[in-house]
């Protein structure tokens, strides 16, 4: 099997916490619904992979606060979702955007009512620094703003991965950046689609690809380089959870400790940004 085989084979795989019946239903995603919940108390979170370091975090300080038990899946938010939809026992889903979240409660799976963007994030260009098929533009430079940049001819035939577009929210992002900046037309073809974001970043980590674009909060940081992605690239990245119709009784109370100063403190220290404020009422965001 290759690097590339392997780095999907594992971030397809999601471990649970519980019976082996829950596992089943979530890492191999049964086209047979699950309906139970995993023996023992406690609230069951699905968290998009670029997220899920900061989530558990958050979880360390809702126990120590006396929460209900947490227990954690993660992977990309369309195979969560997906996976909710076959019954999958999740009490509350933190998607890497809105659409997966309003895919749930479109479908009467999730409460719009219980909706909220917990934290913001942005998008880089990223390599290895000590690799030699690094593109040189990323090593320094100013934010890539709109078409015309330099960076383009240094990136041609190189192979490069973010999420996979049509299934990823990072990918959906990365495509619409690139787009905007009159790159993809070049690109598209040597893309090495990942099935989350951290699994990309691990594909360039092996070298089964030369750069990569991603969350600012996923490069791990020494011995890489990034240049940053403005924001008005592409649309607002926003980490949007979602409660549930079928919820334990403490998820509620988890929604608004997600919402709270606690979670938002923990989120900066992973490089998250705060939620924009919601629009005055009349107001088209």
Known sequence: MSAMASVGARATCVLWVGSLAAFLCVSVGLSVGCS???????????????AAS???????VWANAGGEPVQISSASSSMLARQIERGSPVDVMISA???WVEYLTDRG????ESVCVVAGNGLVLYARADRATAPPGIVQGSDLTGPGEPLLPSMVGRRWTTGDPEHVPLGRYAKEALVTLGWWEALGASLVPAPNARAAVRLVELGEADFGVGYRTDVPGPGWVTRALDGGLHGPIEITAVQMTSAHPGAPGFMAFLQGPEAAAKLRAAGFGLPRPAP???EVR
Do not use: K, N
């Open 97 to 99: 955007d809105r659409a």
């Open 280 to 282: 005055a009422a009349g």
């Open 54 to 60: 900061a989530v558990d975090e958050i979880v360390d």
């Open 109 to 112: 799976l999730g409460r719009a």
């Open 36 to 50: 139970h919940r995993p023996p023992g108390p406690g609230l069951v979170v699905g968290v998009a992979s670029s």
